[in-house]
């Protein structure tokens, strides 16, 4: 259990390419923080960075108050999980597990409690003679994990562990990683692309994009509250809704005009822009398409459906506005009547709005979230 | 009318036929050369070429002659010797460099691979004249031939590291990276990760520098430079028969050293062909 | 009217990918010969580009070292300065005794050389010796006794060492410069320099680069790269047997021996007339040798292949059997095989093929049937080999590959044209240009086979003597072993061979492998 601070931290490969820039976070002790980005964001280098396997080209780096830039990873008291487990191939299950500890001369019988321990709380003890191609993912997931938790590390990093694994082994390792860590209970740093992952998993997010952090917040707040356009179509399935329109300020309320509708901006994101006195201009507006409701006939705005998909407990809609933007709209079907469902079929055209609260409003230019 | 399916059959029982044709003469063609050379080491009714294979009168003659009236106990223990130290000697070099340019990043590994790929363009043999010279000058030729052909042959012997990298760029590389989390020192990743894993590529390395210098003409001989106590089995030989007198008598005799070189060999590689293979496709194919 | 467009599409033009499908075959084959030769002179171009891009990073990198080394001066502090003329004393300074111990000895070996040795041996080597051994009367023995003179050799030998001592010393005081930068900026970002203990332990991790490769380079460097070196030297002077240095001295000659080598006068001394044939023998036989080995042991490791073809192992077996006895042993005996009274001419006889001794075929002696006996026994040594790897890449091709194109509808013979030979080519392509390039330099092969005959008596007088069947290897041979040994010729045809297969290796990387193909076997 430590707290990690990276300071300033930047990565630039030799064809001068710059991997990650200026990195700033302050990890308390025993938080759970997940790195999540597209490919080529710059997660894994920091990860990386941060276990010693690739050189600091600029900033500082410090474990518990240790700037540990130049030290080797043996000397940082740090375990790794990897994409492919990197599972020795020619050691035992047990050897694999043993042999962080082997290296530090660790008695034969502290060796045998350790490593049988982690196996009992991974479920592999009755693998602990067979070698690694004997296992399936999900068991080589496992030893892999065992390795990196015998030595009680400091910090615990964890690279795309679950990517190489099949839906349904996925979601049950995320759920074996979030009772994991509270057995282990020390610092996390989990990297990821898929923002499930990073929702259910994380204290905090870390939000990447070409090298730079987009948004670090906890769950609830790049969800509710994200900074700029990128973070909000990011977190979220399906993807936020958003287009351009118009905000405008009309005898003292502010409207948004999507689609040649008009629709006021109620309760606190209102009041919100009324004390910022935020100027009338052509904004990028961001809806989720569980908040936009069926509306009258003389609300909001119209749209038809392209494509209907029954999911069970809900119906996502895609719909196509009078200028032809693509719109998802997510229905629960509980609330619907008998006649709304049969109506709710591709070509049906029906009326859609939503209220402030549910409003994000972009720079066009910047693509900053004008209200922060 | 349908086609018969039996035409199908019959077709390729046709090529089948002719491609078992075409290996039986290849095999014949490919083993006649060797059974000629069996034959006449054990001639003994003359010791001059003859334009008939099968001996009439059967002997171990040449064989003890060549043990008697030549030296070459004496090329096949130096030929002997200079191998056993080369194998050892080369493949600690060639593995020492293949893994450090696989596996280990360092400032100007690109370079070096540069600089030997071009080094590697000159002919090897222009080397020698400089060299001789100062091996003469420490006194590491003509009958001390043995220990300046083994200098001779491991100095550089790293340069022809491409097929074992080849072979260290298949382990993935996370496999390292793992064990220096998990505490080990570079050094310790080669000797507990990587070396258990390459028992196929340390044996392919071994018996290629092994049986190097059994074939080796070039080199040998200029060190050797006319002095026979320093000559290797193929200086030996060839020099047994270099001249039209010389060839008429000992050419049978020459015949039964080319079988007391080859077989040895022959067995020591088959035996170890799988790792020949292994280690010629897996890396050197890959370019 | 699109007819008549598809007949007449100008195959000039540069097309896009769909008109590019238009094309039938013919037309497609000519429009790619069309692009591949304006795409010449634009690779020319490119060259020269290339080239002048190095010069250019060449005379940049220097002006920055001049610039770091001039700001570490003037920003460093006195431990820095002084460390610019007493090499090491920044790293004892600051604690890291084993390093700066290293350079500062270094430096003093460094100085003491020079001034024993190195500043002689430099001065003699504009000249490479001008005094000559002379003969003087001692009384004592009675008799006259050599007084040495300059030795050309140990002139150009001691030189060579010099000036790379030289080289290296600049390059040490360099590093040891740079490396009180690094101190310098470590200290005052607040972090700790290593320990001499550390540093020696950072030997095993993260210098092990530096232990590992410390044997095989410095091996590299004494028996490769000074020699190849000095070699290149060589080939600017006249030295020879009769100019051995010692026994004679020897000087520079410029360029004198490259222009006798292209020089085309025909006379009787016609050094370019032998390196033209030999050259293009060499060349003839490089490609023979290797395609035909090529392309004949990938058949035959295909016809072994073959579903339904028994006893695999032991095709294979003999095959790698004879591979396996050791090339001189085969080459000798086969090349007594084929002398003119040896086993081949005698089992002809008794055939009564030939009749009687004026019949008997010169295998060796004529140069046309010499030529292609060697080609032909190269393929007998060569197969086996080839097949071996081919055989190895045969067994990994995806197999869903020939299943796809089996429910496709094609025949067996479609499937190897269009599948198993692009698959093999790809795959061994980097190949044929590794065994190519070791052709040119098969030794072994030409010299134990026939001696580099018959001898050719237009080749003779070129010094050296050639025949029919050398190599410029063989040439090479026999120039520095022969009873006449002209060096410098060896020198300049070694370099040569280098520009030979330099080019080559870099036309074949450039011109031939286009980037289309690179991903599809991934």
């Not at chain 2, 002095?227 to 060839?247: C, D, F, K, R």
């Not at chain 3, 540093?199 to 190849?228: C, N, R």
Request: aromatic content about 12%.
């Amino acid at each position: 259990m430590a707290k990690v601070k990276l300071t300033n931290v930047k990565k630039v490969y030799d064809n001068n390419v710059v991997a990650v820039q200026d990195f700033n976070l302050d990890i308390a002790d025993k938080e759970f923080v997940v790195f999540v980005g597209p490919s080529g964001c710059g997660k894994s280098t920091t990860l990386r960075m941060v276990a010693g396997l690739e050189e600091i080209t600029e900033g500082t780096i410090e474990i518990d108050d240790v700037v540990v830039n130049d030290l080797q990873p043996k000397d940082r008291d740090i375990s790794m999980v990897f994409q492919n487990y990197a599972l020795y191939p020619h050691l035992t299950v047990f050897e694999n597990i043993a042999f962080p500890l082997r290296l530090r001369k660790t008695p034969q019988a502290e060796v045998f409690e350790k490593v049988t321990e982690a196996a009992e709380i991974l479920g592999i003890t009755e693998y602990l003679n067979r070698k690694p191609r004997a296992l399936s993912g999900g068991q080589r997931q496992r030893v892999a994990i065992g390795r990196a938790m015998v030595r009680h590390p400091k910090v615990f990093l964890m690279d795309e562990p679950l990517s190489n694994l099949d839906a349904k082994l996925r979601n049950q390792m995320r759920a074996e990683i979030i009772l994991l860590r509270k057995r282990i209970d020390t610092t996390f740093i989990y990297v990821t692309h898929d923002q499930t992952e990073a929702m259910t998993l994380g204290d905090r997010i870390v939000i990447m994009k070409d090298g730079y952090i987009m948004q670090v917040g906890t769950p609830d707040e790049v969800f509710d509250h994200p900074d700029n356009l990128f973070v909000a179509e990011f977190i979220g399935a399906p993807k936020m809704n958003t287009f351009k329109t118009n905000l405008v300020f009309e005898d003292g309320q502010y409207y948004v005009t999507p689609f040649g509708a008009k629709i006021l901006v109620d309760g606190e994101k209102g009041e919100q822009l009324k004390k910022q006195k935020t100027k009338p201009q052509e904004i990028i507006l961001g809806v989720r398409p569980e908040h936009m409701v069926l509306a009258k006939e003389n609300e909001g705005f119209k749209c038809e459906i392209m494509v209907n998909e029954m999911m069970g407990s809900e119906l996502h809609l895609h719909v196509s506005t009078n200028d032809d933007t693509h719109l998802i709209v997510r229905i629960p079907t509980i609330g619907l009547t008998q006649k709304q469902r049969q109506d709710l079929q591709a070509g049906h055209k029906f009326n859609v709005t939503f209220q402030g609260k549910v409003m994000h409003f972009f720079d066009v230019e910047t693509e900053e979230n004008l209200l922060k | 009318m349908a086609k018969k399916p039996v035409s199908q059959k019959f077709k390729s029982r046709l090529s089948n036929g002719l491609i078992y044709a075409i290996l039986i003469i290849i095999s014949i063609v490919w083993l006649f050369p060797f059974f000629c050379l069996v034959c006449e080491s054990f001639r003994c009714e003359s010791s001059h070429q003859v334009g008939y294979i099968i001996p009439k009168v059967w002997g171990f003659d040449n064989y003890i002659n060549l043990f008697t009236k030549t030296s070459f106990l004496i090329w096949y223990k130096n030929t002997f010797i200079i191998a056993l130290f080369v194998s050892v000697i080369q493949t600690l070099m060639v593995l020492t460099m293949s893994y450090t340019l696989s596996r280990l990043r360092f400032k100007g590994r690109k370079g070096l691979m540069n600089i030997m790929l071009i080094l590697g363009m000159f002919p090897g043999f222009i080397t020698m004249i400089v060299l001789y010279k100062i091996l003469s000058g420490m006194g590491l030729t003509g009958a001390n031939a043995v220990p300046g052909l083994i200098l001779v042959y491991t100095a550089s012997s790293a340069m022809g590291y491409y097929v074992s990298k080849g072979f260290f760029d298949t382990i993935s590389r996370s496999l390292d990276e793992a064990a220096r989390i998990d505490g080990a020192t570079r050094f310790q990743v080669l000797t507990k990760i990587i070396m258990p894993l390459s028992k196929p590529i340390v044996i392919y390395t071994i018996l290629t520098a092994f049986m190097g210098p059994w074939g080796d003409f070039m080199f040998a001989k200029y060190i050797a430079h006319n002095t026979t106590s320093g000559m290797n089995v193929a200086v030996g030989l060839q020099n047994m028969i270099s001249t039209p007198s010389s060839l008429t008598a000992n050419y049978t005799m020459f015949c039964a050293g080319g079988v007391l070189v080859a077989v040895p060999i022959t067995i020591l590689f088959m035996s170890l062909q799988r790792y020949y293979v292994e280690g010629v496709t897996g890396g050197a194919v890959k370019g | 009217m699109s007819e008549y467009k598809e007949k007449h599409m100008n195959l000039f033009k540069d097309l896009s990918d769909l008109d590019y499908l238009r094309l039938n075959k013919i037309q497609a084959l000519i429009y790619d010969l069309i692009r591949v030769i304006k795409a010449v002179p634009k690779w020319f171009l490119n060259l020269f580009v290339l080239a002048a891009k190095y010069i250019k990073k060449f005379f940049t990198f220097i002006k920055d070292e001049f610039v770091d080394i001039y700001t570490t001066f003037i920003y460093g502090d006195w431990k820095t300065k002084l460390s610019f003329f007493v090499m090491g004393f920044g790293s004892i300074a600051r604690g890291q005794i084993v390093r700066g111990l290293l350079f500062l000895v270094f430096q003093v070996v460094f100085i003491v050389y020079m001034c024993f040795g190195g500043v002689h041996w430099l001065s003699k080597f504009k000249t490479l010796g001008d005094t000559y051994a002379t003969t003087v009367y001692d009384p004592k023995l009675d008799t006259y006794v050599r007084v040495d003179g300059d030795d050309s050799f140990k002139i150009m030998l001691y030189s060579l060492m010099t000036i790379i001592f030289i080289i290296a010393f600049v390059w040490t005081w360099r590093t040891n410069v740079k490396q009180n930068k690094i101190m310098e900026d470590i200290l005052k970002s607040g972090r700790k320099l290593k320990s001499p203990k550390e540093d020696v332990e950072s030997l095993l991790d993260e210098q092990f680069h530096k232990t590992l490769l410390a044997v095989p380079l410095t091996g590299i460097m004494t028996f490769t790269v000074f020699p190849i070196i000095f070699m290149i030297l060589v080939a600017f002077t006249n030295y020879d047997a009769a100019h051995d240095g010692y026994s004679n001295l020897f000087t520079w000659v410029g360029m004198t021996n490259f222009n006798a080598l292209f020089n085309m006068n025909v006379g009787s001394d016609n050094l370019s007339f032998a390196f033209g044939e030999i050259l293009s023998w060499t060349l003839i036989w490089a490609f023979f040798a290797t395609f035909t080995n090529y392309f004949l042991g990938m058949f035959v490791a295909i016809m072994i292949n073959k579903k339904g073809i028994k006893l695999k192992k032991l095709w294979r077996g003999i095959l790698v059997l004879t591979s396996a006895v050791p090339q001189f042993v085969s080459l000798l005996y086969i090349s007594k095989m084929f002398a003119n009274n040896g086993l081949a001419n005698g089992l002809l006889m008794e055939l009564g093929i030939i009749k009687d001794i004026s019949q008997l075929i010169k295998f060796w002696g004529v140069k046309d049937i010499a030529r292609t006996m060697v080609i032909i026994i190269n393929i007998w040594i060569g197969i086996p080999y080839v097949m071996l790897i081919c055989t190895g890449i045969l067994m990994n091709i995806p197999k869903d590959l020939y299943e796809s194109a089996q429910i496709d509808g094609a025949t067996v013979f479609q499937q190897y044209t269009k599948i198993t030979m692009p698959y093999m080519l790809f795959v061994t392509g980097p190949y044929l240009l590794t065994s190519f390039i070791g052709n040119i330099n098969n030794f072994n092969v030409i010299y134990l086979l026939t001696g580099g005959g018959p001898g050719n008596p237009k080749l003779l007088t070129s010094g050296g003597g050639a025949g029919d069947t050398d190599l410029l290897i063989t040439w090479l041979f026999n120039l520095t072993t022969g009873a006449e040994s002209k060096y410098y010729l060896a020198a300049v045809i070694g370099i040569m061979i280098f520009v030979v297969v330099s080019s080559i290796s870099v036309f074949v990387y450039n011109v031939m492998p286009s980037t289309r193909n690179e991903e599809d076997y991934s």
